[in-house]
């Protein structure tokens, strides 16, 4: 069992920089993929990016790729999510998740086991 708690979400303008956290707790989690998503309202929940278990891939959906970097720290049961270059479209509750294997890092929503209970961030313009 995997239970995450995201933190860091706000209200920033746009162009402006976030961190988001998610602390895991279990001791399985360094063998876990970990990946971020977002819904907005009246969207679907889709993908922002991922991170293998060591933190030697990351991937990333295109609309974040450039502005946001996914990382981790497995001595802390961590992942993070630093967003800069923020635009009103960020706009969303953003979850962090724990899935895949060490030999897999899923992009989707419906290959994460775990979830945390989101965070909002809210872009203004």
């Known amino acids: 069992q995997v239970q995450l708690v995201e933190s860091g979400g706000g209200l920033v303008q746009a162009g402006g920089s976030l961190r988001l956290s998610c602390a895991a707790s279990?001791?399985?989690?360094?063998?876990?993929?970990m990946g971020w998503f977002r819904q907005a309202p009246g969207k679907e929940r889709e993908f922002v990016a991922a991170i293998s278990w060591s933190g030697g891939k990351t991937y990333y959906a295109d609309s974040v790729k450039g502005r946001f970097t996914i990382s981790r720290d497995n001595a802390k049961n961590t992942v993070y999510v630093q967003m800069n270059s923020l635009k009103p479209e960020d706009t969303a509750v953003y979850y962090c998740?724990?899935?895949?294997?060490?030999?897999?890092?899923?992009?989707?929503?419906?290959?994460?086991?775990?979830w945390g209970q989101g965070t909002q961030v809210t872009v203004s313009s």
């Open positions: 279990g001791r399985t989690f360094s063998s876990y993929a």
């Open positions: 998740a724990a899935g895949g294997s060490v030999s897999i890092t899923p992009l989707t929503s419906t290959a994460y086991n775990y």
